[in-house]
Structure formats: C-alpha cells, structure tokens
C-alpha cells in the first residue's frame, strides 16, 4: 500500500481528517503532516480574539496519524476498510507549546508493540521549527466490525 492509499483507507473525512501527507512509513515507525487551516471549524471561540488548536484535536491528529495510519500500514494484506475498523483505546499526552491556525506540524510514531490486533506507539507532535509540541503514548486496537 503506498502512503496516499493510506490516508484515503482511514475512516474519516473532513472536516475531521486531519492528515495531509504521509512522508515515511516501514513497520517500525510513521511520519507524517498535517497543516491547520486558518478557518477550522473548532478555532471559532477557542479562545476568543487569539484561536489555538484545542490539545483534544492535537491529540486526534497523532493518532490519525501515529496510530490509524501506522496500524493500516501494519495490517496490509489484512487490510479492508469494510470489514475491519480502527479505534484509539488510550492514551497519555504531555502539551508543550500551542498550536496556531494555519501552523504546520508533524506526527512521529515509533512502535512500542503490534500484537493481538492492539498497536502501542511513542508518539511526538513538531512545529515547523522542529520543536517540540506535544509527546506521549497512544494504544489502539483493530477490530471487524
């Protein structure tokens, strides 16, 4: 599955798709991007007169990308969006700096364990300035549905 496939399985859309590119993806880890448009529905009054990305969207896009993405790519020839669907079951974030309307950021995820259908990853969030926004562990599990 090459990696446009990949955002194209997830089982989301917009305005709550919150994956642009997938940059690297092997069965160790994911990279990927998402940029924060300017007129996001959820900017309007989070906070009035200075907009920042609440951490439940930030935490979402890490696992759109560092859970759902990685776990798609895991699954390959089991793969199919029909009859199989992916779920966060967990997950413990630490926030270290805002995330501002039209910001770009980007999702690493390196595997901690995929097993028994349940994928465990050390996820981190960057800005454009590769520092540091966001970091901790997401678990999720595939299941038919």
């Known amino acids: 599955m090459i990696r446009q496939d990949i955002i194209e399985e997830l089982p989301y859309s917009k305005p709550f798709l919150f994956v642009d ?3 690297e993806v092997d069965d160790d880890h994911i990279k990927g991007s998402y940029t924060f448009k300017k007129d996001e529905y959820f900017y309007e009054g989070h906070f009035r007169d200075h907009p920042v990305t609440p951490g439940v969207i930030l935490t979402e896009c890490m696992a759109q990308i560092g859970m759902a993405c990685f776990g798609i790519h895991l699954l390959k ?6 009859t199989i669907g992916v779920a966060m079951s967990s997950n413990e ?5 805002p995330v501002f309307p039209g910001e770009k950021v980007s999702v ?8 028994f259908s349940k994928l465990k990853c050390n ?3 960057y800005n454009a300035q590769n520092t540091l926004v ?6 999720g599990v595939a299941f038919k549905k």
């Open 123 to 125: 996820v981190a969030m």
């Open 134 to 139: 966001a970091k901790g562990i997401i678990a």
């Open 77 to 82: 020839d089991k793969w199919d969006r029909e």
């Open 108 to 115: 690493v995820s390196q595997k901690v364990y995929f097993r």
């Open 93 to 97: 974030i630490n926030f270290y700096k």
């Open 21 to 23: 590119e997938i940059v």
